[in-house]
């Protein structure tokens, strides 16, 4: 987990527009990483857990009756 925390402070980085980014680490921590779940996370950035989210949210509001 905590190459993928590495990994999500570059992307922050990356959207600031640091200069020192070493891609050769990054690639790095990726190959490190051991659970599919996390690896998948660090390929699909944010969506699994959006998806999620909207899915927990219709949820919510089919058993409030409210399409």
């Known amino acids: 987990m905590v190459n993928c925390?590495?990994?999500?402070?570059?992307?922050?980085k990356v959207m600031n527009k640091a200069k020192d980014i070493n891609p050769n680490e990054i690639y790095k921590w990726h190959e490190d990483i051991k659970s599919k779940w996390v690896k998948g996370l660090m390929q699909n950035g944010m969506m699994w857990n959006l998806a999620q989210d909207y899915a927990?949210?219709?949820?919510?509001?089919?058993?409030?009756?409210d399409p």
């Open 5 to 12: 925390l590495k990994i999500a402070i570059v992307m922050v």
């Open 56 to 65: 927990l949210y219709a949820e919510f509001h089919k058993r409030k009756g």
